[in-house]
């Protein structure tokens, strides 16, 4: 019998997962919630196992997940991204199981989980940081810790949950009387969201730009980047363009921080697959966080590189060593990555779930990839993230890839909800975006984007005529 892997997680990202998996002969199951019994990672997998009414919460039960491993016969786990994957308790459930968890030891993600702690790690390993506290305490007492923090290093400060990730559990404090109030509600959320309401404090980075560098690391300690990501054009901590590599770093700034990455990934005993995130400032860049998982914008790295780092997680999980060095690694062209999300940018991102994609019609061609789960007749889930798919664009100039996000973008049409595709068409034509001149402020900074005309271009009105057609049988405007 083939080995089965099940993949904990749904939509585009269990797709990609599942390719993986039956690339490398092995079978893969899927696992769903009843809002997602249309979705199509079911139909791609060779096995789905029904793991409750949801929504989300089944996603997140460690037990059924467990569960319908065992019940499938699946030998590993594959978490993606989201719900467990960056869950220490998940991870020693699945080592409690005899169940290969496919990314670090329970103990590694508890460390890196734990902000404090992973400041500690790369403090003593003398990873560049920006200035923190440990956790603050709570009440009065923490409050009165987090005024002598914004005396001693000047505000902005930047409140952060203990145990946060993916841009939540952050708050930005602009001067000290607004500290009390942001304290009781920080540890609120926190606690809502993460189950721990512990926060402490960094120095704000005005306008630095995100940097990232993906590694791989082996059982043996090998461990090895795959360059830099420019994530900086983000909404609300949240990202939305992702950019391999990283723009306006010399090439000597590109090797420090890539180098820098490996030496926190060693310190923190890293293996499989992860994220080394910075912030870089006038020449300078400060360790943020590692993320314990495979990252959403895992594909420009490998558009970049040709190496893919899902294969290789499977791998590497599997008991196979690092196959390449670090000497392997020819960095290529630019490669950019746009979230098409069901949202309204000019409604603050507002989720559009609940719509049916009445046309979908994709870009194709040289260096156009899709990383998506819609098709034409699906309804949204109103419950679940709003992405419906990712465009990643190659190009071997920076020129040519902007040149060809702008075909793909022109060519892509989804009629039912609104998306930010005309949003990103209006980006990708701003001159600081076509300069590569973009940090953490460029949304705030360039709220002319957000001035565009919906499903303007000759081809989104004959899509829209043809659906109308399809679905009534004439339209509004025949004779």
């Not at 400060?157 to 509600?185: F, N, P, S, V, W």
Request: net charge neutral; proline share 4%; charged share 25%.
């Amino acid at each position: 019998m083939k080995t089965k892997i099940l993949v904990a997680n749904r939509g585009e990202i269990a797709i990609r997962i599942i390719r993986a998996i039956q690339e490398l002969n092995y079978e893969a199951v899927a696992i769903y919630e009843t809002p997602d019994r249309d979705s199509m990672h079911i139909r791609s997998a060779d096995e789905a196992v029904w793991i409750g009414h949801g929504p989300r919460c089944d996603y997140l039960n460690i037990d059924k997940v467990i569960a319908a491993a065992q019940k499938s016969g699946a030998t590993a786990i594959h978490p993606g991204y989201g719900f467990l994957a960056e869950n220490a308790d998940f991870a020693r459930a699945c080592e409690k199981a005899g169940i290969i968890f496919i990314g670090p030891p329970s103990d590694v993600i508890d460390n890196l989980g734990n902000k404090v702690t992973a400041r500690r790690i790369m403090a003593e390993a003398g990873i560049p940081m920006v200035p923190g506290t440990q956790n603050l305490k709570a009440g009065d007492e923490g409050v009165q810790e987090a005024v002598e923090f914004g005396k001693q290093y000047g505000y902005p400060i930047m409140l952060k949950a203990t145990a946060g990730g993916g841009g939540r559990g952050i708050r930005k404090i602009e001067q000290e009387k607004d500290l009390k109030d942001h304290y009781a509600m920080a540890r609120a959320e926190a606690k809502a969201a993460f189950g721990d309401d512990s926060v402490y404090l960094e120095k704000a980075v005005v306008k630095p730009k995100h940097i990232e560098v993906q590694i791989i690391a082996d059982k043996s300690g090998t461990t090895i980047h795959l360059g830099t990501r420019d994530c900086s054009i983000q909404r609300r901590n949240q990202k939305l363009v992702e950019i391999a590599p990283a723009f306006q770093l010399t090439p000597e700034q590109q090797e420090a921080i890539s180098q820098t990455a490996v030496k926190a990934a060693k310190a923190a005993g890293y293996f499989n697959a992860g994220t080394v995130e910075f912030l870089f400032d006038n020449g300078k860049f400060y360790f943020m966080e590692i993320n314990t998982r495979l990252q959403v914008e895992h594909t420009v790295s490998e558009m970049i590189t040709g190496i893919d780092v899902v294969r290789t997680q499977i791998k590497l999980a599997m008991g196979k060593d690092l196959s390449i060095k670090q000497e392997d690694i020819h960095l290529r062209g630019h490669a950019v990555e746009m979230r098409i999300n069901a949202e309204d940018p000019k409604n603050n991102f507002m989720p559009e779930g609940g719509k049916t994609v009445r046309v979908y019609r994709s870009p194709g061609g040289y260096g156009v990839r899709l990383d998506g789960f819609c098709y034409q007749g699906f309804t949204i889930p109103q419950v679940y993230d709003s992405l419906l798919v990712k465009l990643t664009v190659f190009g071997w100039s920076w020129n040519e890839t902007v040149d060809r996000l702008r075909r793909s973008l022109n060519n892509f049409v989804i009629i039912g909800p609104k998306t930010t595709i005309p949003f990103y068409l209006n980006l990708i034509n701003d001159p600081d975006f076509k300069a590569g001149k973009f940090d953490t402020s460029f949304l705030e900074t360039h709220e002319h984007l957000f001035n565009y005309e919906e499903d303007s271009s000759e081809v989104n009105k004959l899509a829209k005529l043809i659906a109308e057609i399809h679905c009534k049988g004439g339209n509004a405007y025949a004779a």
